[in-house]
């Protein structure tokens, strides 16, 4: 069915608009406010301020390839994540940057010409809140990040803890986060952000059911899963269009129906798709495979549409070879025709990707299949009524793939995707 958050998923291209990733540099920090992030490359230029041997810490040891995120937030809490590598051997460092641009009082240079944090720390060597340069722990699968039981703020090169401490945060504020790939594999990662209360070491669905009021959580009997739609941050209910299909068709009806939240008979084992949209908000999208006859609660976090976020669409399939789409396109076509629909003020980046990681096919090949592949969704939308120039297409061939040596359908699927950007 469909399957969606960041990209579409089968081969498909663009051709126009700026780089592949573009999140390099400060400027183009990707804009995070959602707990996971992914896969992404750090693949910008290195930035010397950034760099610094001999500091026990502090800055990278050598300017690396790097990407930038940027994080509003969203209540009083403690800040901790988990930086996931593809590949458990890179060997991912990190730095957090608090943005004080708002309190400098000695940078002449930035007062006079208004200067964000962005243009500071091109500036000057600041001085990062948190980081960690330590080697990389295989036992861990190279993951690295903050916890709430890590003991120091700062880890230095060497064989050292992995994870630093996590950092208690205020409402409203914003942290720059790089991330250096030591070793320029060219391998993707996953942020995974998890927002956690200082006073509560409450999990996520403690914070969620604390907001689902008792009216809502006592409406459904044993023997019914409820399905939540709620907004990623706030945790506030979200009345969407709420569209439900089975793995297994024989299961069950489709359920196509507008609400808050609904109960599902769901026994162990069957799997669903859901998708859920409304104006304003990304699609929400999740693929959900019961683990009793009894689970106690389904959320679909729905995030609020923001510049360089993105949505994947895993059903957008062709023939192969063939720009030509195959039958189980359709829903996630109609899908993305809704969510322009309901959102008309919204332009696109429509980017397209195949599979071809031992380069069967020469590289022109896989370009202008991805390109072929990103222009026919264009065109489909074109020929719903939307606007051209709310949208841009641009093929990337076999570049980014997601899993280098795919060893299954899903890995491969993975690969030949199309990704829709935001570029409002």
């Known amino acids: 069915m469909r399957s969606f958050f960041v990209t579409i998923g089968c081969i498909i291209g663009f051709a126009f608009f700026a780089q592949a990733q ?8 990707v804009l995070i406010d959602t707990s996971s992030y992914g896969p992404v490359y750090a693949d910008g230029i290195p930035n010397a301020n950034l760099a610094m041997p001999h500091t026990n810490g502090t800055y990278f040891e050598k300017p690396h390839t790097v990407v ?12 901790t994540f988990d930086l996931v590598p593809q590949n458990p051997t890179d060997d991912l460092d990190f730095l957090l940057f608090k943005d004080e641009t708002s309190e400098i009082k000695n940078c ?3 007062r006079a010409s208004q200067r964000t ?28 990040g903050l916890s709430v039981t890590a003991k120091d703020v700062m880890e230095p090169p060497g064989k050292h803890p ?13 942290y720059y986060l790089v991330v250096d790939n030591y070793t320029s594999a060219k391998r993707p990662f996953t942020l995974k952000i998890h927002f956690r209360f200082p006073q509560s070491d409450s999990t996520f669905q403690t914070e969620v059911n604390d907001q689902v009021s008792p009216s809502i959580k006592s409406k459904y009997r044993k023997g019914q899963v409820p399905v939540y739609i709620i907004d990623s941050l706030t945790k506030a209910p979200v009345r969407a269009k709420i569209e439900i299909e089975w793995a297994n068709v024989k299961d069950k009806e489709p359920i196509d129906t507008i609400a808050t939240d609904l109960g599902l008979a769901l026994k162990k084992g069957q799997k669903i798709n859901i998708t859920a949209s409304v104006r304003g908000y990304l699609l929400g999208q999740l693929s959900y495979q019961a683990v009793t006859d009894s689970d106690k609660a389904i959320y679909v976090n729905m995030l609020q549409i923001k510049e360089h976020m993105k949505m994947i669409f895993k059903h957008m ?8 789409f195959l039958p189980t396109a359709t829903e996630s076509l109609n899908d993305l025709l809704g969510f322009m629909n309901n959102n008309p003020t919204v ?11 031992y380069q069967y096919y020469d590289a022109q090949y896989d370009l202008d299949l991805s390109k072929k592949r ?5 065109n489909f939308l074109i020929s719903k009524g939307v606007d051209k120039n709310r949208m841009n297409w641009r093929g990337l061939g076999n570049k980014e793939m997601v899993y280098a040596k795919p060893s299954n359908e899903d890995e491969m699927e993975a690969n030949r995707r199309v990704e829709v950007e935001i570029v409002k």
């Open 22 to 29: 573009n999140h390099g540099s400060c400027d183009k920090a």
């Open 68 to 79: 930038w995120f940027c994080i509003d937030i969203p209540y009083d809490t403690l800040l």
């Open 108 to 110: 002449s240079a930035c």
């Open 117 to 144: 944090f962005c243009d500071k720390i091109a500036l000057t060597r600041m001085v990062p809140v948190r980081t960690n340069i330590a080697h990389t722990d295989t036992s861990l699968n190279g993951i690295t």
């Open 162 to 174: 992995t994870y630093s401490k996590a950092l208690a945060v205020k409402k409203d504020e914003r």
């Open 317 to 324: 399939e062709f023939e192969k070879g063939l720009a030509k």
């Open 347 to 357: 332009k696109i980046l429509i980017k397209g990707y195949v599979n071809d990681p």
């Open 374 to 378: 990103a222009e026919a969704v264009y």
